[in-house]
């Protein structure tokens, strides 16, 4: 038998033993508990009530549906030094508004252009000239080139290539945006 077996039966028998301890030293509910106020006698008469033997009290069920006196009409005032509030004023007549619905506000002029799909891959510098070239794709075709104030793809005008961003718009100069470097 391996050592985790061994353990497995070790936990098994102190977990019966504790079952059969629990059981032999706890007290049954067969046996009734004795009263905690043993030392003490019932001192129900000293308050005006009586018990019966069984130590219930004793109730007068003819006092109970004798007559009791009737509730007075005094007004109750919980509030006797506040004076009473006046009533509320009526409301004013409704007068026909003559308002106009708000239509809602819609944006004048063009729409937007579309967003500017490329991707900026890539980062190149002509040998002695120190001339910046993007390197822009737009997951279809062969990567495309494009050096400051020049264009991309006919559509795009490179404004600005940084070291981890180049800054793009559309030809005429609309939609302005910044694409960051993902390398991939």
Avoid at 43 to 67: F, R
Avoid at 126 to 142: H, S, W
Wanted: hydrophobic letters at 35%; glycine letters at 12%.
């Amino acid at each position: 038998m391996g050592k985790r077996a061994k353990e497995i039966v070790l936990g098994a028998l102190l977990a019966v033993l504790a079952v059969v301890a629990y059981w032999t030293l706890m007290p049954t509910s067969s046996t009734p508990a004795p009263p905690s106020n043993q030392g003490r006698a019932p001192s129900a008469t000293a308050h005006g009530k009586q018990t019966q033997a069984n130590g219930a009290p004793a109730v007068n069920l003819e006092a109970l549906e004798g007559e009791r006196p009737a509730p007075a009409d005094a007004e109750r005032n919980l509030f006797r030094f506040k004076p009473k509030a006046p009533p509320p004023a009526p409301p004013p007549p409704a007068a026909p508004s003559m308002t106009t619905p708000v239509a809602p506000v819609t944006p004048t002029g063009p729409p937007p252009p579309p967003p500017i799909t490329l991707k900026f891959i890539g980062l190149m510098e002509q040998p002695g000239t120190k001339v910046k070239i993007a390197v822009l794709t737009d997951g279809q075709g062969p990567p495309m080139f494009g050096a400051e104030g020049g264009t991309v793809g006919g559509r795009y005008r490179v404004l600005r290539i940084g070291v981890e961003s180049v800054e793009l718009s559309y030809l005429d100069g609309r939609g302005r945006q910044t694409i960051r470097l993902t390398g991939g």
